[in-house]
């Protein structure tokens, strides 16, 4: 899906790929921004109409989006959350929402584990 993310009467229009979808709750849903953080955009922003893939947003231009960044700590094994604001603007612009979700990490694993050769006794 081409980028539509268009500015018009102070509104952002923001599509959301289903697969960054991490929980639905009451008043708001939880969405996979990258490996390590997340955000939390309220229903009321939400639109109506949705697709097989996409759900949407109408919000604000003055809208501040709050990101969570979540580290494990090692020593504790607990996660650390550090909290930080970013426009909405930005949101859409940047972090690429309406694009799938997909695990880089993981992916890396796979295709290392795929190069190595199983050693044959």
Known sequence: MEKKIEQANNWVFLPVHKTRILKELDKATLIKVDFDRSTI?????????????????????????????????????????KDMMISVSKLADECGLDKPYSDVETEIEVSVGESVVPVEE
């Open 41 to 81: 955009l309220p229903k009321v922003f939400r639109r109506v109409k949705e697709t097989k893939d996409y759900i949407y947003y109408s919000l604000p231009v003055d809208f501040n989006a709050n990101i969570r960044i979540s580290v494990k700590n090692e020593q504790t094994r607990r996660y650390e959350h």
